[in-house]
């Protein structure tokens, strides 16, 4: 087993930062029982938003076990992980979507620049216009272009004018990269557009309300690699201004968009680290079992 | 183990089987289906050809002498003189001017029989917008009396015993007599579509009924609509499950199978012995057509927003919509097509109700026109069966003219709601 001088720093949360040793009789068949802690580090310097033991019940089942993950400005942070893992159920409480879901009940301390954003009086609109979230499967409005980019800044009075939301409206698309292809029919359906061209509009969509995080659901999972290469390409340089967290199927996807990567494992988030460091040189049996394609 | 041919010859055997069962199953269906057009057939032509002869009425040419003496008994040509005359008289001298050779009290009155009393009125009416017709002779076309008609449309023929048939023969004769003449003939019935009801079925018409299930529909759908909707939308989108929500839930689906007699024992004991409304109000009736509605509005609007894919919400939610926003800008535009069509196949049914009428008392006999929610009235179904009641043969066609109405609106509002479906809907 190596260990990275990294990991042995110590963290402002305790123990959290320090190295796990893997039991030696964990492996692929009896993860289940263990009780873990996560190896790598979980925090970062300044984070925009972190998570502290956050756990998650979907009713009787414990979907999310004592998870903590800072997540830090400018960078891309990749969820990888076997299906059913809690890499989605995780992302979607960094913006209370979960909210939606009946029987939900999440705990732990969640904060968006130090505030809690689980707190009663953290208004859910307000959260969800600071953190974005863009869907597995593009869920463009069935309304034109023009009005699904526009409908965000509309209903938070973003815009004091047509001509301010048509800036808007158009600095999104370019941004999403999606001008030059839609910039003759904004006011055709966007429900017209491809598969790969639907996720730019809803990527669109969500950067014209200028979140500072961005969620990403699997976003590249209902596209073909053409278009995945586009959300990619994207993906990057969005990084520049927005913090994103991507959960994502793809391990080379993974491997070639983010900074750092999580790994989850039925509930538990089992290593953190730098994205390089994860694919060649994991601390835990699991994660390596994962990423060589073992299991998953 | 079976060889290849083995197995081949097995599966073939089954195949037969299997085609056989598959075409008998085909023919069940084409059967079915055939059943079903075959007795819709037979309902509307039996329907149609009962009823398309109410749209068609007998007049009488008269040449109509409006002698003073009868017209304005007390000599003067004052208005209220004018409206003491009698002006049946006046018809029915008129008459008597074709056939002179008839004498007679009992002869005379058998003569006189074949006018309408609806003449004299008709009469009556004309003098009155221009009191110049006094002491002159004009043309005018009356309404005959509704055997007469009957015989004008082959329903009352010789080929009846005499003691058994509402007309003599000497009665036969005359109007033989005026058909030939050309002052007996079938005109357009505009009377059925502008009278209200009336014991003379010549005068009977569906004005009335049909201003009054207007008045009823419009009440239904004013409350109707605005509260299944709001209950459908708070149901699915706000309330969380919980004992009580199945609770109402279960509730709501055993409401809309409640036979609809039982709404009309409702609306009398609150609306009108708890409430004090007035009875054979279309207020009233709108009130209890609304209760039963109600669940057949809230369980298709329900469907409706159910329809609505949940990404459409979760993207809405995701930049940052209200849960009121996600509702008014996509979940209610999207299932509106769906809420409006159950609305109005709820709105037909309302229309085609009788039962409940009866309870409230919608079911008199009401001759003026309703003006308003509160006046006395029926309805069209209601006014079908009683016509469906009354002895007269001429009220069997009436009864089919109006079914006829009352089929010709429920086409007219399934056709709309089949219309808005294909209109209205939206792919996502």
Not at chain 1, 153 to 181: F, K, M, Y
Not at chain 2, 250 to 269: R, Y
């Amino acid at each position: 087993m190596v260990i990275e001088i990294e990991t042995l720093r110590p963290d402002l949360s305790g123990n959290l930062g320090e190295p796990m040793t893997a039991p030696e009789s964990l492996t692929a068949t009896d993860k289940t029982t263990v009780a873990h802690k996560t190896a790598g580090r979980v925090s970062v310097d300044d984070p925009i938003m972190s998570a502290r033991q956050v756990n998650v019940y979907y009713g009787d089942k414990h979907a999310i076990k004592d998870v903590s993950l800072d997540i830090a400005r400018n960078e891309v942070v990749a969820m990888i992980g076997p299906s059913g893992c809690g890499k989605s159920t995780f992302l979607r409480c960094l913006n209370r979507m979960n909210d939606t879901i009946e029987n939900c009940r999440v705990a732990g301390d969640i904060t968006l620049d130090g505030q809690d954003i689980y707190d009663r009086k953290q208004d859910v609109v307000q959260l969800r216009a600071r953190v974005g979230i863009v869907f597995q499967k593009p869920n463009p409005f069935p309304k034109s272009i023009y009005e699904n980019v526009a409908y965000g800044p509309r209903i938070h009075g973003l815009a004091a004018d047509r001509v301010e939301l048509d800036e808007l409206v158009q600095t999104s698309l370019q941004r999403a990269g999606l001008w030059e292809e839609v910039k003759d029919r904004l006011n055709q359906p966007g429900t017209g557009l491809s598969g790969g061209q639907q996720q730019r509009l809803c990527i669109a969509r969500t950067i014209a309300v200028n979140p500072e995080v961005i969620l990403m659901d699997e976003p590249c999972s209902a596209l073909d690699p053409i278009a995945s290469a586009k959300i990619e390409d994207l993906i990057d340089e969005l990084r520049g201004n927005y913090a994103i967290v991507i959960v994502t199927h793809n391990m080379q996807q993974a491997a070639r968009v983010s900074q750092r990567t999580a790994y989850f494992h039925l509930g538990d988030l089992i290593e953190v680290g730098p994205t390089d460091r994860i694919f060649t040189n994991p601390l835990q049996r699991l994660t390596e079992d994962y990423i060589t394609g073992r299991f998953g | 183990m079976r060889s290849a041919q083995q197995t081949m010859a097995l599966v073939e055997r089954s195949i037969k089987r299997r085609r056989r069962a598959e075409s008998r199953f085909r023919w069940y269906g084409r059967l079915a289906v055939f059943l079903g057009i075959f007795f819709v057939v037979v309902l509307f032509a039996n329907i149609i050809g009962k009823g398309y002869g109410s749209f068609r009425q007998s007049y009488i040419r008269l040449e109509v002498g409006y002698d003073p003496a009868l017209v304005e008994p007390d000599g003067s040509a004052s208005a209220q003189s004018l409206a003491q005359g009698d002006y049946q008289a006046v018809a029915r001298a008129a008459l008597r001017a074709l056939f002179p050779e008839v004498e007679g009290r009992a002869n005379l009155k058998q003569l006189d029989a074949l006018l309408s009393d609806d003449a004299g009125y008709a009469l009556q009416k004309r003098v009155t917008n221009d009191p110049g017709l006094v002491g002159k002779t004009e043309s005018v076309w009356v309404l005959a009396r509704d055997n007469t008609d009957m015989a004008m449309k082959g329903r009352i023929t010789r080929a009846e015993n005499e003691e058994g048939r509402p007309l003599s023969d000497r009665q036969l004769d005359w109007i033989e007599a005026l058909k030939a003449k050309g002052l007996l003939e079938l005109r357009f019935n505009s009377g059925f579509f502008t009278n209200g009801d009336s014991r003379e079925p010549e005068q009977a018409g569906i004005r009335g009924a049909v201003a009054g299930s207007l008045f009823t529909l419009l009440i239904t759908l004013l409350l109707s609509f605005p509260i299944g909707v709001a209950a459908a939308i708070y149901l699915e989108e706000f309330a969380k499950r919980s004992r009580w929500t199945d609770l109402i839930e279960v509730n709501i689906n055993n409401l809309a199978a409640v036979p609809s007699i039982v709404f009309g024992l409702l609306g009398l004991a609150v609306f009108i012995n708890i409430f004090g409304l007035p009875r054979s109000a279309p207020l009233v009736g709108g009130l209890v057509l609304t209760l039963m509605t109600l669940p057949t509005i809230i369980i298709a609007s329900r469907a409706a927003i159910k329809a609505v894919p949940p990404s459409i919400r979760e993207a809405a939610l995701g930049i940052g919509a209200s849960s009121m926003q996600v509702v008014t800008h996509h979940v209610l535009p999207l299932a509106l097509p769906g809420m409006l069509t159950g609305t109005i196949i709820g709105m037909a049914r309302a229309l085609g109700e009788t039962a409940p009428l009866l309870m409230i008392g919608m079911v008199a006999f009401v001759v003026n026109v309703p003006g308003g929610f509160t006046d006395p009235a029926t309805a069209l179904p209601v006014q079908v069966y009683l016509w469906a009641d009354s002895p007269e043969r001429a009220f069997v066609e009436r009864t089919s003219g109006a079914i006829m109405v009352l089929l010709a609106f429920l086409l007219v509002m399934n056709g709309a709601a089949v219309f808005l479906r294909q209109r209205l809907e939206r792919r996502w």
